[in-house]
């Protein structure tokens, strides 16, 4: 397969180089508008072809995919062209900078048929998979709360806010876990060293479920921290990403409620059994998420993080920012206006 | 001073201990309804007077102070009958179970010009104290945002929830640090063991300085953790309680941000200093706080931990019991209605 | 049982707390030569009786056991009386200050037919006791080596090295879990504060079955580290006793050696697998041991750590020390010159 | 300067990549007698020249340097053609297989007036250069000892032992901040995995001024561990080089000891004071060596790492091995037979 990566900024060479050696994969064509950034791919990529306008990209038949890696503004223009020229379209995190423009994307890429995928590369990590599998497999028991913390010193971007810079991995993490979107979220915000763009936020989600969760992220952070904790009525777990080494940590450990009897009065009894960090294999998620793009390409499989998934976490994202517009107030996930809705999960059972 | 302590649970002990340990104490009188606790008090305290009928406190005209350790359903009650009968009041934290009932302890101490004093003994922890002088030094510069987290496994209590119970340390420390309450507040919380007791709240705080805030409390936690990150314009720090040895840690980092010049462009520079841990000299909070509650007994000073520092936590805790009852809204703390009302900081000045 | 505890120091109240509260002891007697000793005595236990000549003790016929916690110059003195007057005798480690002591000490105490156990308290803690039961169930395979950290700033003794100070912990508990003492030491020591006494200390142990061993003791460390790693050829164990969470941890890993085939190459496979760490119910290891020696003592039970423990201890750190005078050459232990000489044991087998 | 690469294995492609971005390097040639190798090579940087004959390297009279990345026993051979060669030469660490091959390089480099250099890579490491800056201040006092531990799972080589893999890092950096080498050596390996190749030793070092040292390596180790402890009269200093965010730590810890006065009583104090984690850049080493390499060579300065540095880790490590040899027995360091012997320094002031 041919394909073009489109957008050679700080992203862009992880793509070529990951696809240069999958081996799905004929061709490749870099393309971005700035002659430096195309310079730079040209000088670390010297038999990679390199086009400066994306023009070139749609025009060109053998190309069958793109990969677009470029500021998030220009996510919808850019999919949009590259699905109304047929090709397989893959957009990094997040899909696009607004609701109605991720459900665009959905639809044009339902209608034409063609692969759309959004680039929530933690999802293709051994740990995440891993997790998901402990929690689909009831160990935890019934699912109480999660709690997510990413924050690091920098890196400030200009152009969108701390929210929509750290929290789509945290969110593309909890909705892959719990098979759930939330219905409502709130932030509170502040905005210290830009004065328009929130630099850190304290997140709270509500899913219908019963689970409760909280993200926090932070570009003003002492340290740097990834670590999401995961509340179950039987086990707990711990996902450090920071700690190579004992990276998922589950915990025995829980609270056991015995109904009133006869004299009105509960019982709780506390267990605190064995911590085992399960091992887990290493492989690069990139290359495991670019292999599932053209897999899917290829045969028209669904993919994991398809265009759904990703506006999922766009509504997400959208609803957290208009709470913190409007004091902090709870507010809901925007109603999907596709024909076929992104289904809002019931009632999650234990152990589902 | 002959002094009571009224209400030998958990907590009793201790207060007992310090207290014969103290050189400005002569008695010691324990005081319990239930004679089983005055057994176990009489037996740990041989020489120790213990009565079970608090009405002998009140009428023993020797006993010149009391410690109140009891439920804080009794706290308003108790105080107000301890004040009534002309004996300074030191009463555990939370100082009563509402805005309301805190207020009125607060007047009738006024009125009667008797101390009246809070068990906020965090602000009496070498540490907290530390934090304090460092913050007030400026060193940090202005604070943006501080965020707190107290969790472990258990203990569930039966009559307040979550908030009431852990809540109380971190605001009272955030009060002392940051001279400042905050304006409204907001509360998601999460009961799961017990059907109406919340076991997981995520609290956040804005204050009318600019700062927000957030506290995690849980009794549903893997791990315990205790531990608060500062975040200043200069530098940060982090507080870990559960570290013996690094129990404070000043980083020297922060981010630089020029005003956009000509060309319409700002400039971010990130600064990674030295990180610091200061000794801090081991001394028992609990002596430190019970000897400073019979100093101003004895002077009249106004204790660090007054009664409207424990009627600003209790004001800040309603608030955010209302925020979880209104669906995780942002809430106003209830404005004061004591003739001299606790104040309101005004915008804290960096490094004031 | 009367029970009389001889040396009222550092350790001594805890020895009396622990007698008081277990149902075998019906009375207990305190015995120091220092008259302020025996007023703190006093204060804290006002119904013990305290004597100051340890005469008394012997000729109290009422007296069948002694518990001895004395400077260790002292111990054979007192523990050879106690004996003498026909009392079932628990020393404080090291049970004797030179070999011949020792040696005097056990063979004494089977003449006479009465109980002799050591103060290795470490033989009665949950994860220490776990430790040996993961060893001898052969989970770890073959037993590699061992390697012991025991450091900390302070506190010098003015009569014993550091050797005698801390290694008795970690010789006793290798004795235990490997069931095997060492043909040879040596150490390599540094006497920096005070000019002879040492300081720090590198000590190498070999034992017959091949494993090797290395402890580290020190006074002057930054850091308190008390830590051990066993290596076994299945698995690896780590015990940190600083961690109060994840004390004990196994991991399964490893390195498979094929033998080599016809090409003369052998290959070799690392297993990296799961990291686990039990849970360890919390007891205190000193009640565990006092009742120990009291129900030898009532039975005629051989204590785990009995009089020969307490000689195998003091036989290693004698030869340590006089590697350290003898220029850190390796030393062979003492022969043992009991009649039944104490076992050392032949090559262990895996999982033996 | 046209320099060549000869080994291109694990780590040659480290040296093509620094040297290829060195503006002081005009050409490379790679050199391997294995043509998979060269292959790899050429496949990576398709500009630079490749060689399976390294007569054509010497040869070459374009090429004025080269860089041996070839196993220890090849060192020697290609060491002393290169120079032979007129060329200046870099050789990775361990120089050479033995003193005597080690002597020689020495002396044949000094005799041709050609730079030679040993990649002992950690002493233009920051974090390495930073402790020696603060060892020369002064500022820890007089040095008592040191302690190092170098440990993982793997990667077993089949014709060195864990000693001659591992400890030349520490040894290396131990004479590079002391200024000394020790005069006598000991160690106690041990053997599991492979019957005749050490992995895993324990290495005690007692230098001249007293100081003394304990090096442990490992290639059977649960966790991966690289840390050196550094205890001074004044403060304490621990480099762990596993914390990316704490690498170096020092501890204004320390005793005081006063001189016995009149009643023959000394005094200890213990000082306990802050913590301080120094800011330390991150620059690349092996760029900062390769660049001090090329730089020697064309002005003639002496290398920090010369040849004689490499000589006496080189000493040093086969007293190291003779002592493993002759049963864990204290083994002097061979005497230097060059004319101008590798100063053996005498006894080090403090703070000097």
Same sequence: chains 1, 2, 3, 4.
Avoid at 40 to 54: E, L, M, N, W
Avoid at 116 to 137: A, C, D, N, W
């Amino acid at each position: 397969m041919h394909v073009a990566v489109i957008g050679y900024g700080y992203w862009g060479p992880n793509l070529v180089r990951n696809l240069l050696e999958n081996r799905k994969v004929t061709a490749v064509t870099i393309c971005d508008v700035n002659p430096d950034q195309l310079e730079r791919a040209a000088k670390r990529f010297p038999h990679v072809r390199t086009v400066g306008d994306v023009d070139q990209v749609w025009a060109d038949s053998s190309i069958e995919a793109t990969l677009i890696a470029t500021p998030v503004t220009t996510h919808h223009g850019l999919g949009k062209a590259s699905l109304a020229a047929g090709k397989h379209t893959f957009i990094e995190k997040p899909i696009a900078a607004s609701t109605a423009e991720a459900e665009d994307l959905v639809r044009t890429a339902e209608q034409a048929g063609l692969t759309l995928m959004v680039g929530h590369t933690f999802e293709y990590s051994p740990p995440v998979m891993k997790i998901r599998e402990i929690i689909q497999s009831g160990s935890l028991g019934q699912i109480y709360y999660v709690s997510a913390v990413r924050v690091n010193l920098g890196i400030h971007q200009k152009d969108v806010s701390v929210v929509w810079d750290l929290a789509p991995h945290d969110l593309s993490m909890l909705f892959y876990w719990l098979n759930e979107v939330p219905t409502q979220v709130s932030m509170l915000g502040g905005a210290f060293v830009q004065p328009t763009v929130s630099d850190v936020a304290f997140i709270n989600l509500q899913f219908e479920s019963g689970i409760v969760g909280s993200i926090q992220v932070s570009w003003l952070s002492p340290s740097k921290l990834r670590h999401i904790t995961i509340v179950g009525s039987k086990k707990m777990l711990v996902y450090d990403d920071t700690n190579a080494v004992e990276r998922v940590k589950i915990y025995d450990r829980g609270v056991e409620f015995k109904e009133p009897t006869s004299f009105g009065e509960y019982t709780l009894t506390y267990r605190t059994g064995d911590i085992v960090t399960p091992h887990i294999p290493a492989t690069e998620p990139l290359q495991t998420e670019i292999d599932h793009f053209l897999e899917c390409a290829l045969t028209g499989a669904t993919p994991r993080t398809d265009g759904r998934s990703g506006l999922r976490v766009v509504q997400a994202l959208e609803a957290i920012e208009r709470s913190g517009e409007n004091g902090s107030r709870m507010e809901r996930l925007a109603v999907n206006d596709t024909e076929d809705p992104v289904p809002v999960r019931v009632r999650r059972k234990a152990g589902s």
